[in-house]
């Protein structure tokens, strides 16, 4: 069935046809976009004709970093009430432990905790056993790098002094003899978890099916957004629900998969891994050609990989997963693999590491006569050094940022080991793209705590204002709480243009998807407003009517 869309305001992400008041598409593709005077009717005359009286409508969003694994485990989590009193929170733990017993809940896992509410030294286990000190109690901090844990927790995992921490990102906090304070660095106790619940003779509810899977492509389904990269597949149980909701007809959205790697060591082993996926669950809707790497941690953690000392701690830079030398070899190895490699760095160190591997892997492969077709992606890249600004458009390197972090969202907590200057040079992009760099936009949820945040206009919202609308700065230290410098904020054009085909190019669809362009597939989405006709800080609230898919509407009507 072909059908026409007439007397709309269409944004195509079409460099060549940035604007069109009327679009002809059916199930296989779009047969034209453009003003409705140049359009041949005749061709169509069976098709179905739609006036959306100057109604907006725009590409399908994609999301080029998310995590529907992460959010599905999540559900089963307690949420805390947001405080910055320890003690209110301790309260609130103390009467839930009360209220559902051991027996029943033998596992308590809270989220979130603002990170700020404890110095760079962090809780200890101590404070945690005085709410509760009969069972394994976890509570996540609002970053989602950090945790704390009570003494029974450590217990069970059987996490003491002796103890080696997994990796050089995921540690245990210790005190001066070595003890297990109770404060975790990015999920370490997961390396334990087996033996706590084998102990408990209990494990979560954090089966990843199709059935608990369907909710977050759902939310991606009303979100208008049609195409997804998710940040790491947390297990083979994941891929292959997702593939099981293909084959039904039930996938709605276009999926590409990561898988992760922790160093040069285990990388030929998940390079199988990800082979094997390739072989038993790719399809139409969906591939998986990625490698995933975190190379340090985040600023509000203390463990990112930094240029300059912390603050507080003459000699500490922070953390890195491996210097440059090391992930040379890992893009060598995607390289001739054929594979990209999308890397977690969040601190300006991390960052030159990353720019250093590329550009000397570059010259490696030149000087060996292998074509460089591995596409580097940074995510997060939080803090870049002015001297770096113009590497990524000279490397050819993607950066993905994720769009609703631009505000207040992180609060201040980087303070504790950056300085003020330092962070106030935090989540600045318009350089990077001013010198030529592609820029794809994303929202990095990982729970359903924040789920909602990962609705297109919120982040677009936030990166254009710099103001949080839920977690807004300090609004007598920060003028209209706006995140210092307001140079920074993004212009919508290139909001909406990393939101779709600056996406698109991140996950090789650009032929398929990302523009209203004649011959690729008819996704797109119909607001209730014009972005560009309305106050940035209402951007947010714009609710997305009807969403299209492969031509066919599935959500809304037409």
């Given at each position: 069935m072909t059908t026409i869309i007439k007397n709309a305001n269409i944004y195509t992400s079409d460099g060549a046809c940035p604007k069109a008041d009327c679009i002809i598409f059916d199930e296989s593709q779009i047969h034209f976009t453009g003003h409705i005077k140049d359009a041949d009717m005749q061709r169509f005359p069976d098709a179905q004709i739609y006036d959306l009286g100057g109604k907006c409508l725009l590409p399908g969003f994609i999301d080029s970093h998310v995590h529907p694994g992460w959010v599905t485990k999540s559900l089963w989590h307690i949420r805390l009430p947001w405080t910055e009193d320890p003690q209110e929170l301790l309260a609130f733990i103390r009467t839930y432990g009360q209220d559902h017993p051991k027996s029943e809940y033998p596992f308590l896992y809270f989220e979130y905790y603002p990170t700020s509410m404890f110095d760079e030294k962090g809780p200890t286990k101590e404070l945690l056993d005085s709410a509760i000190s009969d069972r394994p109690v976890l509570c996540q901090d609002f970053g989602e790098h950090l945790c704390w844990v009570n003494s029974k927790m450590l217990?069970?995992?059987?996490?003491?002094?002796?103890?080696?921490?997994?990796?050089?990102?995921?540690?245990?906090?210790?005190?001066?003899?070595?003890?297990?304070?109770?404060?975790?660095?990015?999920?370490?106790w997961i390396k334990f978890a087996d033996h706590m619940f084998r102990a408990?003779?209990?494990?979560?509810?954090?089966?990843?099916?199709?059935?608990?899977?369907?909710?977050?492509?759902?939310?991606?389904?009303?979100?208008?957004?049609?195409?997804?990269?998710?940040?790491?597949?947390?297990?083979?149980?994941?891929?292959?629900?997702?593939?099981?909701?293909?084959r039904a007809g039930k996938l709605q959205v276009y999926y590409d998969g990561m898988v992760r790697f922790w160093n040069y060591s285990d990388l030929p082993e998940k390079i199988a891994t990800l082979r094997e996926y390739q072989k038993l669950y790719t399809s139409k809707h969906i591939k998986v050609n990625t490698m995933k790497l975190f190379l340090d941690g985040t600023n509000e953690s203390g463990n990112s990989a930094s240029l300059h000392e912390h603050i507080h701690d003459a000699g500490n830079f922070g953390e890195i997963m491996m210097e440059t030398d090391e992930l040379v070899q890992c893009f060598l190895l995607c390289n001739r693999e054929g594979l990209d490699l999308h890397i977690h760095m969040v601190g300006d160190r991390a960052f030159r590491v990353g720019c250093d591997a590329v550009e000397e892997a570059q010259k490696i492969a030149a000087q060996k006569g292998e074509p460089w077709v591995c596409q580097p992606v940074f995510a997060h890249c939080e803090v870049v050094d002015p001297a770096d600004m113009d590497r990524p458009a000279r490397l050819g390197i993607y950066i993905n940022w994720s769009c609703h972090w631009s505000g207040g969202y992180f609060g201040e907590e980087a303070m504790n080991y950056y300085s003020d200057e330092k962070w106030r040079r935090m989540y600045q992009f318009n350089p990077i793209a001013d010198s030529g760099a592609l820029l794809a936009f994303s929202s990095d949820v990982v729970t359903?705590?924040?789920?909602?945040?990962?609705?297109?206009?919120?982040?677009?919202?936030?990166?254009?204002?710099r103001v949080d609308p839920e977690f807004p700065l300090n609004p007598n230290k920060y003028p209209s709480s706006i995140r210092p410098p307001e140079s920074a904020k993004l212009s919508l054009p290139l909001l909406l243009k990393g939101y779709t085909i600056g996406s698109a190019i991140q996950c090789h669809w650009q032929d398929k998807m990302g523009?209203?362009?004649?011959?690729?597939?008819?996704?797109?989405?119909?607001?209730?407003?014009?972005?560009?006709?309305?106050?940035?800080?209402?951007i947010g609230d714009i609710k997305i009517k009807t969403v299209i898919f492969e031509g066919k509407v599935i959500k809304g009507s037409l």
């Open positions: 217990e069970l995992l059987g996490v003491d002094k002796d103890t080696p921490d997994p990796g050089p990102l995921e540690t245990f906090i210790r005190d001066e003899d070595g003890n297990p304070t109770g404060w975790v660095r990015e999920m370490a408990l003779n209990w494990y979560p509810p954090e089966e990843l099916t199709a059935d608990s899977l369907s909710g977050f492509f759902d939310f991606l389904r009303d979100s208008g957004i049609t195409a997804m990269a998710d940040g790491f597949i947390e297990n083979e149980d994941q891929i292959k629900a997702i593939y099981e909701m293909d359903g705590y924040e789920l909602h945040r990962a609705y297109p206009f919120f982040g677009i919202q936030v990166a254009a204002t523009s209203l362009t004649p011959g690729k597939l008819a996704n797109m989405v119909i607001a209730d407003q014009n972005p560009f006709d309305i106050p940035a800080e209402r």
